[in-house]
C-alpha cells in the first residue's frame, strides 16, 4: 500500500510528488497517458504571472506571488528553461486608464515587487512593434517565461530520481474509500493507499464528486495559440498583455524561452474534456485581437498552432484542501490560469497539507537537484569537440530546425521516465518543434526510438495510445 | 583549419552538378558536404521515372539520374564528406560543419556553393484548424517513408495540394496498396505538371478537387477524416460546402520553402517571392563569391533544370576562384511586370553574361494564348507565342550577349506576360 497516491503527471501533480519526495512516503503517481505533461500543462502560455492579476486575498493570488518568486531558483536547481523579460500590461485607449491603475493598485496588494505604469515614449523604446494606439502600460519587471514541459519533466524526474514511482497508461475509474485506506482503480488494476491528490487537471471534478457530497464542476475553457518561427525573434522581448476592458480580454504577445514567438489564447468553454481542436475562428480571432496591442504581427511566420484546456472550476478559485466529508482525499483542482506560475508553491501547499496529517519526517537523502538534457550548443567549441570524440552521437545532427543531435534524443528516451513517442522527445529536446515541424527529423527519430528501446518501428507513436505513425508496410494488403 | 577552393553546401541533384562543372573548368580543390548519409538528396526518395529527358534524352528514376552525376562526381575525384551537417558560413568564407568521425570541422573557402534545397510547406505553417493526431505527414515525408524505409503511413488517404510531390504520392499510395479517396487543391488549377495528373490521377481515378481545402481534422490520436470545403475567389472556405471524408492520414504537398537559414545568417539577401537568394547574372548572391543554385535558389519542377543552373553555378565559382571577379559594366535590373513573379537572376551584367543567357521565371496565374515579352528599355526584343503558361512550370527566355550590347544605354531589362 503506498502513503501517497496522486491522479495526474502535469504540473501540478509532479511539483507535489516532488515537494512530497522530500519526505519518507511511498508515492505513486498515476497517469492516464504515456507521459508526463501531456494535458494542460502541455499547452498554455508558458509564462509566469508577475502576480497583479488575482484577486488580492485568494489562493490565486497567494500562489502566484509565491510560485513566482519560487521559480528563478528552482530553475537553476532543477535545470530548466526560466527567463525574466518582464510584462506589459498595455492601455490601447486613454478612456480606460484607470483600469490601468486598478491593476496597479491590485498588484501592489498582491505584494508584486518593482510594478510601475509607463508612457508611451518608454513603452515604444522598450517595444518598438508595439500599438499606435497605445497609450500607456503597467510594467512589471518580475514577470517571466518558463518552458512548461521542461518545467514539468524536471519536477517528474527529480520526484523520481526520489522514489516517487510512476505509472503511465494508466487511467483512473473510480476512487473509493475502504475502512482506513482508499481504493484507487484503474484499467491496470486497483491501487490502494493513504493519502490520494487528485492532480487531475480537466479531471478533476470527476475523482472529487466520486468522493464527495459537496459537488465540484470544471470547464474545459479552451484556449488557440499560434506559434512563430524563431526567425522572427525578438518581434516582442516583453510578454505583451492587452488591458481587459471594452475591447474584451484580449490575447497575449510573448517570447518564448527557445526564442519562438508566441500569440494566444482565446477563451471558449466547451463541454468535451479532450477538446483540444483548434478552430478557424479561434486562429482568426487571434490575428485580430493580437493586432490591438502590436503592429506588423508576422503571421506568415506561423509554424503551429495548438489549443489547450484551462480547468475553470466555477468558483474561480484554486481548490487544493483535504475534503471535509472524505479525509485522506485531497484535492488540488481548478488549477487554471495561473496554475502553472503558481506550480513551485503548490506542490509545497499539497506537501504540507499531507505532512499535518502524517507526521511524516523529512528524510536526509532527498535529492536537491536535477540535470536536464546536455545541449550541446552551450558548450564551448574545444568541449563540444571533446563530446563528440566520446559519444559521437553528438556529431550527428537529427532535428536541423532546432539542431538537436542524435546525442540529446538518446539521452531523452534514456534518461528516469525517458520518452517514449515523438512527442516525448519533442518535449524533451525540440525535436521536431522547429519550422519544418518534424517533416525531415520524424523518419529519423522514429528510428532512433525503435533501436534504443528495442522494439519494431510499427510500434512508435506520435503521442502514446492509438496515434501509431505507420500502419504497415508496402504491399502488405495486396 | 582545411583548405579547399571551392566548398558546395549540399549533395543534393544541384551540389552534384555544380562540383562536377567546377572541375571541368578548372576548380582544382572542392568539397561537398552532405547531411545525409548518401549523395543524391532528395532524388534517392523519388524511385519514379521521368527524370533527365533534357538532359540525357531519356527517362530516368531519381536515383539513377543522381547516380550519372556521382559518376561523374567519382571520376573527377572531388572530395566528399557525408552525414555532415553545416552550422555556419561566416563572411570570410569560413565553413564550420560536423560530423560523427571529425566532430567540429572548419573549412576555409575561397568560394561557396550554396546548394542546400528545400523544405514542404507544414501543416502547422497552413494553419489548418482541427486536431493534432499521427497521420498527418507532408507528402515527401510520407514519400521518404514508403520508397526509402517501406513502411506504409496510412490506408486511406486525402491529399492536399496537387503539388508534383502530391500527384506522385497519390499513384505511389495506390500502389503499394493503399486507397487515395481525394486531391484537394485550393488553387483553381494545379500547381503540379500536366503529365503528372494524366498519370498520377486520371490513369487511376482518383479525383482532383480544384478551389478545395481542408477546414478540420478529425481524430484524437490518429487521423480519423478531415472536412473538405470548397473555397471562393479569395480563398476563404464557403459556408455550407464542407464535406467529410473518413480516413486515416492526410497528405500534404502545399508548396516548398528554400532552405535558407544558413544563407540568412550569413548575410545573404534575399528575395520575398522566391525565398531564395537574390542573384546576378553569375548566380552569385550579394555576397561575393558565395553563389547559389538549385531549389535553394528558387524552387524548380524539374530536375534537369537544377541541373543545368548548377552547372552554370560552378563553372562561375570555378572562374572566381581562377581570376577573382571580372569587374566592369554596369549591373542591369531585370524588371518583372504584368503577371512575371520574380527572375532569376535579378540583375545582369554584359560583361559577365554568356553568349547566350538563360532568364529563368515563373508567372503567377494561369494565361492562355499569350507572349512572353523582354524589353530593352522601351523595346521589345523577344514576342514570344505561349498557348497556356502557368505558375506551375517554370518558364525561360534566352538573352543574347550581342544584342544587349547592340543596344545603346541599356538602363532595364523587362519581361512580362502580354495577352493578345
Known sequence: MYDVVIIGAGVSGCASARELSRFDLNICVVEMEEDVCCGTSKANSAIVHAGFDAKPGSLKAKLNVEGSKMMEKLSRELDFHYKKNGSLVVCINESERDNLNKLYERGIQNGVKDLRIIERDELIALEPNISDHAVAALYAPTGAIVCPFGMNIAFAENAAANGVEFRFDTKVIGVEKKENRWVVQTNQGEIETKYVVNAAGVYADVFHNMVSAKKIHITPRRGDYCLLDRSVEGFVTHTIFQLPGQFGKGVLVTPTVHGNTLIGPTAVDIEDKEGTNTTQQGIDELTEKAGNTVKNLPMRQVITSFAGLRAHEDSGEFIIEELEDAKGFIDCAGIASPGLSSAPAIGKMVASIIRDLTDAKERDNFITTRKGILDPKVLSKEEYAALIQEKPEYGNIICRCEMITEGEIMDAIHRPLGAKSLDGVKRRTRAGMGRCQAGFCSPKTMEILARERGVDPSEITKSGGESKLIVGVNKDRL | ?420
Open chain 2, 1 to 420: 583549419m582545411l583548405n579547399y577552393d571551392i566548398v558546395i553546401v549540399g549533395g543534393g541533384p544541384a551540389g552534384l552538378a555544380a562540383a562536377v562543372s567546377a572541375k571541368r573548368n578548372g576548380a582544382e580543390s572542392i568539397l561537398v558536404l552532405e547531411r545525409d548519409k548518401e549523395l543524391g538528396g532528395i532524388l534517392n526518395q523519388c524511385i519514379h521515372n521521368g527524370f533527365g529527358l533534357h538532359t540525357f534524352k531519356e527517362e530516368l528514376t531519381g536515383p539513377e539520374y543522381a547516380q550519372r552525376f556521382i559518376d561523374q562526381l567519382l571520376e573527377e575525384n572531388i572530395a566528399y564528406k557525408l552525414n555532415t551537417m553545416v552550422l555556419d558560413i561566416s563572411q570570410d568564407k569560413v565553413v564550420t560543419a560536423m560530423n560523427r568521425q571529425e566532430g567540429i570541422l572548419e573549412i576555409q573557402a575561397k568560394a561557396i556553393v550554396l546548394a542546400m534545397g528545400c523544405r514542404e510547406r507544414s501543416r502547422g505553417a497552413l494553419n489548418i484548424p482541427g486536431y493534432r493526431p499521427a497521420g498527418v505527414y507532408s507528402a515527401g515525408t510520407a514519400q521518404r517513408l514508403v520508397n526509402m524505409e517501406g513502411y506504409l503511413p496510412g490506408r486511406e488517404v486525402v491529399i492536399l495540394g496537387s503539388g508534383d510531390i502530391g500527384l506522385i504520392m497519390a499513384r505511389r499510395m495506390t500502389l503499394e496498396g493503399a486507397k487515395v479517396k481525394v486531391v484537394a487543391e485550393l488553387l483553381p488549377y494545379s500547381g503540379g505538371l500536366k503529365r503528372n495528373i494524366v498519370q498520377c490521377l486520371d490513369d487511376f481515378g482518383i479525383p482532383l478537387k480544384l478551389s478545395h481545402t481542408v477546414v478540420d481534422i478529425k481524430g484524437k490520436e490518429r487521423v480519423e477524416g478531415i472536412v473538405l470545403a470548397k473555397v471562393d475567389e479569395n480563398k476563404k472556405p464557403i459556408p455550407g460546402t464542407e464535406e467529410f471524408y473518413s480516413c486515416d492520414t492526410l497528405l500534404l504537398s502545399c508548396g516548398l520553402i528554400p532552405e535558407n537559414e544558413l544563407s540568412r545568417e550569413l548575410g545573404v539577401e534575399m528575395s520575398p517571392v522566391t525565398s531564395g537568394p537574390l542573384v546576378n547574372e553569375s548566380l552569385e548572391t550579394n555576397v561575393e563569391g558565395v553563389f547559389a543554385c538549385g531549389n535553394v535558389l528558387h524552387v524548380h519542377d524539374l530536375v534537369d533544370f537544377v541541373s543545368q543552373e548548377a552547372q552554370a553555378a560552378g563553372k562561375n565559382a570555378a572562374e572566381y576562384v581562377m581570376y577573382g571577379k571580372k569587374e566592369g559594366g554596369q549591373d542591369i535590373p531585370i524588371v518583372t511586370t504584368q503577371g512575371v513573379r520574380y527572375t532569376v537572376p535579378k540583375t545582369m551584367n554584359l560583361q559577365r553574361m554568356e553568349e547566350k543567357h538563360v532568364i529563368r521565371f515563373r508567372v503567377g496565374d494561369v494565361y492562355k494564348n499569350c507572349y512572353v515579352s523582354v524589353y530593352l528599355n522601351d523595346e521589345r526584343i523577344i514576342h514570344r507565342r505561349r498557348p497556356v503558361v502557368a505558375p506551375g512550370e517554370m518558364e525561360q527566355v534566352e538573352l543574347k550577349k550581342e544584342q544587349l550590347m547592340a543596344y545603346p544605354a541599356l538602363q532595364e531589362i523587362t519581361v512580362k506576360i502580354e495577352e493578345e
